[in-house]
């Protein structure tokens, strides 16, 4: 445990240390704060069914840019190990593969944590200035959060497995924008195919990121979708561990 | 300290070292020497647990460096060839860094940091970072980082690769001094260094070992082991040579002319030393002698002689 906390301090260091942390901080703020203006500005038009948090968490273009965070903030994380040789410093100290691993995804985790702290300002800000809800309850705050926390789990796990296959960062960004990609459109075949056979839409739905978020922003937190992200991200990371350790051996 | 059985490493349709046997005695300070590809890093890289051997077994202090990995990593300080760093970090957060990862805390860690800074003299660098710091700085944080947790054995994959000879002295001195409480395995192509700082020398050419040895015995064992020159002025050189041969120990003669003079290089029995006899004979010849010089043959003639001997 203490060596996977020192593990995690230099992971957490070293992403705040990469220029690349603070375009991707920009970038999504720019891109939070655009669609916080568009949810206000549509709520404005008149009166509306849906609350500020669920036209914030359930746009296209905001899923769309939520994509594409993942690339820049995974593709490092064992690419440059490899890349520099400290791998090989690293894997030669008392350390265990999984604690490696577990350090590395975690780091990342914090990082996208660190990604999302400022966007509680939007709504507290909205709550203050117009004195409405910005969700129904308090249950659609934290579904929401909830939900982000779970999709990112996911996702930045599929980013660190993409790292762990090459040691050149660029290729590890783009095996995870594909893979999150395909993950994240093939979610939404009911919305572009209406016709598809029931069981494909239903199998579709099961792993639908945005009707996830469709339910959780509304406060409906579904146990069923906490055990789909839970099991998916331990595969990945799991699947990981097997692909770091078979690159290493076999270089 | 080491030791290591049947090690043989392949990969896919090439095979790195094959069927290596050797082992190093606590204390020793010991040369592992090789032509470029010869196997050396792979060795290295196997005995500090960072690659599974494909058969045959290794061992650190008794410990197996696969099966009881972490133990042995425990008694290891590893310092790859290019001493690969994160230049993000800064000397001192660096030194911290690894210094925890093996294991040291608290007030024991802040000593070991210091301690190791000293000897490697990086005090006056602690705060810089590591991406600014030149070569022979580099270097030296790579061998402060093997140092830290004092282990018993230093695996050093070239160390003075890419220093100016400043540096290398430097760290030769440093390694020299090291030598007093670690056992050491090092990896050079700097014959010389070996020669002044190891007790004995393992010569690695296409995954096998073709020498293993004090260099004293490496370089006496060679079929060139040195020779003597002899620059004298006979009246009939080739009678002269017939009479050279004549003596005991000269094994072969060469002549050849220099104005005047003739030259003579003569092969001699290893171990003996004729040049007494080679006087006595040339003052009994009445020949005028300007040169008779013993020269001793160089680690690095035995190591061509070794690594390219059954060139094809």
């Known amino acids: ?251 | 300290m080491i030791k290591v059985e049947n090690l043989t490493k392949r990969y896919a349709g090439f095979t790195a070292i094959e069927d290596l046997n050797f082992e190093v005695e606590k204390g020793e300070i010991v040369g592992f020497l090789g032509p470029n590809g010869a196997g050396k890093s792979t060795t290295m890289r196997i005995l500090s647990s960072y690659l599974p051997p494909t058969s045959g077994r290794a061992s650190i202090a008794g410990y197996d460096v696969f099966h009881q990995s972490m133990e042995a990593r425990r008694h290891l300080g590893y310092m790859p060839e290019n001493v690969p760093l994160y230049p993000e970090m800064r000397v001192k957060e660096y030194l911290d860094y690894r210094g925890a990862l093996k294991e040291l805390r608290g007030s024991r860690l802040r000593e070991r940091v210091g301690d190791v800074a000293a000897l490697c003299s990086l005090s006056g660098v602690m705060n810089r970072l590591i991406g600014s710091l030149s070569k022979g700085y580099r270097q030296r944080v790579g061998l402060a980082d093997t140092l830290l947790s004092s282990p018993d054995l230093l695996i050093l994959d070239e160390p003075t690769i890419g220093l100016d000879p400043n540096q290398i002295r430097q760290v030769r001195e440093l390694i020299r001094n090291l030598a007093r409480h670690h056992t050491i395995l090092l990896s050079t192509h700097i014959l010389p260094e070996v020669e002044m700082i190891c007790k004995r020398v393992i010569i690695i050419n296409r995954g096998r070992i073709e020498a293993a040895d004090t260099p004293e015995n490496l370089v006496a064992s060679m079929r060139s082991a040195g020779g003597i020159r002899l620059e004298a002025r006979p009246e009939d050189p080739a009678a002269a040579k017939e009479q050279l041969l004549s003596i005991k120990s000269i094994r072969e003669v060469s002549l050849e002319a220099a104005g005047e003079w003739s030259r003579f290089t003569l092969r001699v029995e290893p171990g003996s030393d004729p040049r007494e006899e080679l006087w006595r004979l040339a003052s009994d010849r009445r020949w005028s002698v300007r040169e008779l010089s013993w020269r001793r043959a160089t680690l690095e003639e035995a190591f061509v002689e070794l690594t390219l001997g059954d060139e094809p």
């Not at chain 1, 603070?22 to 891109?31: H, K, M, Q, R, S």
């Not at chain 1, 996208?112 to 129904?136: D, H, K, R």
């Not at chain 1, 993950?183 to 056979?197: D, W």
């Open chain 1, 1 to 251: 445990m203490r060596k996977f906390l020192i593990l995690l301090s230099r992971e957490v260091r070293a992403s705040f240390c990469a220029p690349t942390a603070y375009i991707v901080l920009c970038f999504f703020l720019l891109l939070t704060g655009f669609n916080f203006y568009m949810g206000i500005s549509l709520l404005s038009r008149g009166p509306s069914e849906v609350t500020v948090v669920e036209a914030f968490f359930n746009s296209i273009p905001f899923w769309i840019g939520f994509i594409l965070i993942f690339p820049p903030v995974t593709m490092r994380v064992f690419s440059e190990e490899m890349k520099l040789g400290t791998l090989e410093t690293l894997m030669t100290a008392p350390v265990r593969p999984w604690q490696v691993v577990l350090a590395k995804f975690c780091g990342a985790m914090v990082f996208y944590i660190v990604l999302w702290l400022p966007s509680f300002l939007y709504f507290i800000v909205f709550e203050q200035i117009t004195g409405t809800q910005a969700a129904q309850a308090t249950g659609a705050y934290l579904g929401s959060y909830l939900l982000l926390l779970l999709v990112g789990m996911f996702f930045i796990s599929l980013g660190c497995f993409a790292s762990a296959l090459t040691q050149d960062q660029i290729v590890a960004a783009v095996i995870s924008f594909c893979m999150i990609a395909l993950f994240f459109f093939a979610g939404l075949l009911s919305f572009f195919s209406p016709n598809a056979a029931p069981v494909l839409r239903d199998i579709v739905s099961y792993f639908s990121t945005l009707e996830h978020m469709g339910e959780f922003s509304k406060g409906i937190l579904d146990s069923r979708r906490l055990v789909f992200y839970g099991s998916a991200t331990c595969v990945m990371l799991i699947l990981t561990h097997y692909v770091f350790q078979f690159r290493r051996w076999k270089a």
